[in-house]
């Protein structure tokens, strides 16, 4: 790598860091595309409208190189365990694909779980009709460069008319070995028709060292196909992730997102669904609780081409200390997409008087045959519930668990894997106790967060 000369790091020094990742997947169109938006583009800053609350100059402090081919345990592997015994398993560690512990539960005749680098040759016609057919390199420079230069993620192949039984689980391990790292992934989802499949993505350390993750999703849902994508964000306190996810839904399909972001220095969710058929549901839902000085923001933008479909979002949050939370709900109403239902809550408690949340649902309608409500709440614990439970002899602690372990559950009980659900749940009391969790979300002893 050059010596970096500047006092943050630049769109050269990350072209630095990652150009020598390994042989890149994208085919040479894509590469073109990249890169002329890079050659165009800059690194987000708060100039920028979409990215005017989200600062990354703490990321961009950091002296960071490519993550190396790191070996780890199956003990890693139980320690992680977010979903029990019965789920098809595939694994990643710094971007690497950990073949040997991939494991399948259903039968492999109905779908096909490996990774993208492979897939390229052996899954040939998938991979030129789907691979970055949603242009993610357009998004944002971080796209661009995970485009240009990501050499491998997962691939996941729901066929026609089958039904995945049992949960599919991807593990991104990340472990600087005392160096900071960055590490990209490029993940493609494609459900054929009338397919169905619950899907977990999860991200967890296995070291205390800075990192930065550069995650790209494309996920095509065919007509009358049901994909519930789960994200869980667990790094740790040192760590920043950049996770951009683009959807396709034909008619009639169904597609759910559930994101739990427990930890990082800095998160970036951007959620991109694109509705193309009629007949089509969209759920998205999320629960961050960033304590200290951290950093979430969940940006989505739901754009309704034709008409006779429904959208929900639904986001909580839970902010402590000095943290900041950014929520951008966009949904867009197309001038053909008449019979459009659509709704949106954002609803945030502030634990202390320096945390911050900036909420912002935004509805675009350009037909007056829609249905379509917005809404957005930000403030402190309700003191007369709270009065209420002190007077029915509930301690002031006691009482405060109990509200807020309420209000992350309407967010938590949409999730459909139940194993993760109250794995959710677990997580979400331990933090509110103030308790340890020792080997859960961690491989590190102790997680600070909690």
Not at 152 to 160: E, S
């Amino acid at each position: 790598m050059s010596i970096i000369k500047s006092k943050y790091l630049t769109k050269e020094d990350f072209i630095e860091i990652y150009k020598n990742n390994g042989n890149a997947i994208a085919d040479e169109n894509s590469k073109k595309s990249a890169s002329d938006f890079i050659e165009k583009n800059d690194i987000p800053s708060t100039k920028n409208e979409k990215w005017r609350k989200t600062d990354l100059t703490s990321l961009l402090n950091h002296r960071f190189e490519y993550g190396e081919n790191t070996q780890i345990d199956e003990l890693v592997l139980t320690i992680f365990n977010l979903t029990g015994k019965e789920v098809n398993i595939l694994v990643f560690v710094n971007g690497f694909f950990q073949e040997k512990f991939s494991r399948f539960k259903d039968n492999k005749e109905n779908f096909v779980l490996t990774n993208l680098k492979n897939s390229k040759n052996e899954n040939k016609i998938y991979f030129e009709r789907f691979f970055n057919k949603t242009e993610p390199e357009k998004n944002n420079l971080f796209s661009a460069l995970n485009t240009l230069y990501a050499s491998d993620g997962a691939f996941v192949l729901l066929k026609k008319n089958s039904k995945i039984e049992n949960p599919i689980h991807i593990y991104h391990f990340v472990d600087g070995n005392n160096k900071k790292i960055s590490t990209l992934m490029r993940n493609l989802i494609i459900a054929e028709e009338n397919s169905k499949a619950h899907i977990l993505f999860s991200f967890h350390p296995l070291s205390r060292d800075y990192m930065f993750t550069n995650v790209v999703n494309e996920i095509f849902c065919h007509s009358d196909s049901y994909v519930d994508f789960n994200i869980f964000q667990g790094e740790g306190d040192d760590t920043y992730q950049l996770n951009l996810t683009k959807v396709k839904q034909e008619k009639n399909s169904s597609f759910y997102c559930n994101t739990f972001t427990l930890c990082g220095q800095i998160v970036r969710n951007d959620l991109n669904i694109d509705i193309e058929g009629e007949n089509c549901f969209t759920e998205l839902n999320g629960l961050y609780m960033p304590d200290r000085e951290q950093h979430f923001d969940n940006t989505i933008f739901v754009n309704h081409k034709t008409g006779h479909s429904s959208s929900r979002q639904f986001y909580r949050g839970i902010l402590d200390n000095n943290a900041t939370a950014v929520f951008f709900g966009q949904s867009k109403i197309n001038k053909d997409a008449v019979k459009t239902d659509v709704q949106q809550k954002n609803n945030n408690i502030l634990l202390s008087h320096h945390s911050k949340v900036h909420s912002k649902p935004q509805l675009i309608i350009h037909n007056d045959d829609v249905k379509a409500s917005h809404g957005s709440t930000v403030g402190q614990l309700d003191q007369e519930a709270m009065y209420y439970m002190r007077t029915r002899g509930i301690g002031e602690k006691q009482a405060k668990i109990l509200m807020i372990s309420a209000f992350a559950e309407e967010i938590i009980d949409k999730v459909q894997i139940e194993k993760l659900k109250y794995y959710y749940k677990f997580l979400v009391e331990k933090r509110l106790l103030g308790d340890k969790v020792s080997m859960q979300c961690t491989k590190l002893g102790e997680c600070r967060n909690c």
